[in-house]
């Protein structure tokens, strides 16, 4: 593997934004124009209903989450913006997942179900719908050991993320 290769990874980035029409729209724009593309982006309002918390994954050497924080820091909507690192903060995404199932198989997807701590939402005469919270790899996992019965719809929420501890991005 190459130097390069090896400091490509999966950046979290925490921003508190103020909670306005255009405000996506200029966050977005600033990612398309500097050619970086949007693995993840998930916002919704805060306990303050005039601010908003987006939660953006974006792949690349880490001179590129630097970049992205220091540009999203002179966007006027943004209010506060930080890396978040792997070691310090808790990543969730949530996962509905149909899979066929029909009476023979049934017995097996609940079991797999289980094992991951997924949730049955909805089941009819041929499928089951799960939810499932958790980190990528675990959603993953899950998807690998289900994909074999079928999977008929998928739907992910994208990544949520706050740093562990007393660490807390608010406004200044």
Same mark, same amino acid.
């Given at each position: 593997? &190459?130097?390069?290769?090896?400091?490509?990874?999966?950046? +979290?980035?925490?921003?508190?934004?103020? =909670?306005?029409?255009?405000?996506?729209?200029?966050?977005?724009?600033?990612? &398309? %124009?500097?050619?970086?593309?949007?693995? &993840?982006?998930?916002?919704?309002?805060?306990?303050?209903?005039?601010? &908003?918390?987006?939660?953006?994954?974006?792949?690349?050497?880490?001179?590129?989450?630097?970049?992205?924080?220091?540009?999203?820091?002179?966007?006027?909507?943004?209010?506060?913006?930080?890396?978040?690192?792997?070691?310090?903060?808790?990543? %969730?995404?949530?996962?509905? +997942?149909? #899979?066929?199932?029909?009476?023979? =198989?049934?017995?097996?997807?609940?079991?797999?179900?289980?094992?991951? %701590?997924?949730?049955?939402?909805?089941?009819?005469?041929?499928?089951?719908?799960?939810?499932?919270?958790? =980190?990528?790899?675990?959603? =993953?996992?899950?998807?690998?050991?289900?994909?074999?019965?079928? #999977?008929?719809?998928?739907?992910?929420?994208?990544? +949520?993320?706050?740093?562990?501890?007393?660490?807390?991005?608010?406004?200044?």
């Amino acid at each position: 593997m &190459s130097k390069k290769q090896q400091t490509i990874k999966q950046h +979290v980035v925490s921003a508190l934004v103020e =909670n306005r029409a255009g405000t996506l729209s200029r966050v977005s724009g600033l990612f &398309s %124009r500097r050619g970086f593309n949007i693995d &993840s982006l998930t916002v919704g309002e805060t306990d303050d209903p005039t601010i &908003s918390r987006m939660t953006i994954a974006v792949t690349g050497e880490l001179r590129i989450l630097e970049q992205i924080v220091k540009q999203l820091e002179k966007l006027v909507d943004v209010i506060a913006v930080r890396g978040l690192d792997d070691a310090t903060c808790l990543r %969730r995404e949530i996962m509905l +997942v149909k #899979i066929g199932a029909d009476e023979k =198989n049934r017995p097996a997807v609940l079991e797999i179900a289980g094992i991951f %701590r997924a949730r049955v939402v909805d089941v009819s005469q041929t499928t089951i719908t799960i939810e499932a919270t958790g =980190n990528m790899e675990k959603l =993953n996992g899950l998807l690998l050991l289900l994909r074999p019965y079928g #999977i008929l719809e998928l739907a992910r929420t994208g990544l +949520v993320a706050l740093e562990r501890g007393a660490d807390v991005l608010s406004v200044k």
